[in-house]
């Protein structure tokens, strides 16, 4: 069973954690702004930051603001209102994703309420905390609301469109929350600072926490969190008056969902690979039969004859028949 984080005033602390964060960026001075990226002479004020660019760090040059500036305005080109949990697992890096499989077995959907849900996942080992909060919002939720079908039909849509995310740990805030905001996917505050020590490269998009959570939506114990979700506000627009719905998870729904076996994570192009590795070991029990019932033919005639080249085949045809039993 994968560590189950604990769900008791997750919200509550989450709010706690966003506004330290938020006093602790409003004091920092060594953020590298937009302006200073895009100014023609933006080296003057951007002369004291330095940049990992490189490996080493050092001061920041005229070039390294001119490779900055084409890598966002690269990046910005890219927007979109959200990304799908596919384009997420697709766009993130090796490392993260391998860091999810290895240290975070599962993701509670805890506190669910119009169209914004709260997940709980475990901290790494080498974290000060020992929770973190993912926040996924979606831009298009009253379309899900509206969509024709059930509740769970209409949360199957919803965990497929796009939606935009945040993390409060600092792999999020220090590496990937520029990075997020730019493509218009984060859900928490706006980060306009160029990660020029963190992440100059521009590398991923998702932390470990957010990458399970983005697996956890294909799961149907989360599809149901979402569905319930669903059902309260399609019920509060036909009650005027009625107070908006929070749906929060029991500890026994997060104990059930912390102790189904955590889902593969896998790119898309992962998948395909694997589904063609399957299609090809399914066949082949088929391919095998018809080659070793023409293998035993041949056998049959070979039996019998004491020529060389018979016992050499005889001698060959069983080593393949052997091979080929054990495949
Ligand atoms: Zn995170």
Redesign the pocket.
């Known amino acids: 069973m994968a560590t189950r984080p604990s769900i008791y005033a997750a919200f509550a602390e989450l709010q706690r954690r966003q506004e330290a964060e938020l006093r602790q960026r409003q004091q920092a001075d060594t953020i590298l702004t937009p302006e200073q990226i895009g100014a023609r002479t933006g080296i003057s004020t951007a002369r004291l930051l330095t940049t990992t660019l490189g490996g080493q760090r050092r001061a920041i040059t005229a070039d390294d603001l001119k490779l900055f500036k084409a890598r966002a305005q690269e990046l910005g080109k890219q927007y979109r209102e959200g990304l799908t949990a596919r384009d997420i697992i697709d766009q993130s890096a090796p490392a993260d994703r391998e860091r999810a499989r290895e240290q975070i077995g599962a993701a509670i959907p805890t506190r669910l309420t119009a169209g914004a849900a709260l997940f709980t996942?475990p901290a790494g080992p080498a974290s000060k905390v020992s929770r973190?909060m993912?926040t996924v919002t979606w831009p298009g939720y009253g379309a899900a609301v509206s969509w024709p079908g059930t509740p769970l039909q209409a949360a199957k849509v919803l965990a497929e469109q796009p939606l935009k995310f945040d993390?409060?740990?600092?792999?999020?805030r220090y590496r990937h929350r520029y990075i997020a905001t730019v493509l218009g996917a984060n859900a928490g505050r706006a980060e306009p600072g160029f990660p020029k020590i963190t992440n100059p490269h521009l590398i991923g998009i998702?932390?470990?926490?957010?990458m399970r959570v983005m697996v956890a939506l294909e799961s149907a114990g989360v599809r149901s969190q979402l569905a319930q979700m669903i059902a309260a506000d399609r019920k509060q627009l036909e009650s005027p008056g009625a107070r908006k719905r929070v749906i929060t998870v029991s500890a026994t729904e997060a104990d059930r969902l912390a102790s189904a076996k955590p889902k593969a994570i896998r790119t898309t192009s992962e998948r395909e690979r694997l589904q063609a590795v399957n299609a090809i070991r399914k066949a082949m029990p088929k391919a095998a039969g018809s080659v070793s019932a023409d293998i035993t033919r041949t056998l049959k005639t070979l039996q019998g004859r004491q020529d060389v080249t018979a016992q050499a085949l005889l001698a060959a045809l069983n080593t393949v028949l052997k091979t080929g039993a054990r495949a």
């Open positions: 996942t973190h993912v993390c409060d740990c600092e792999h999020h998702a932390c470990k926490h957010v």
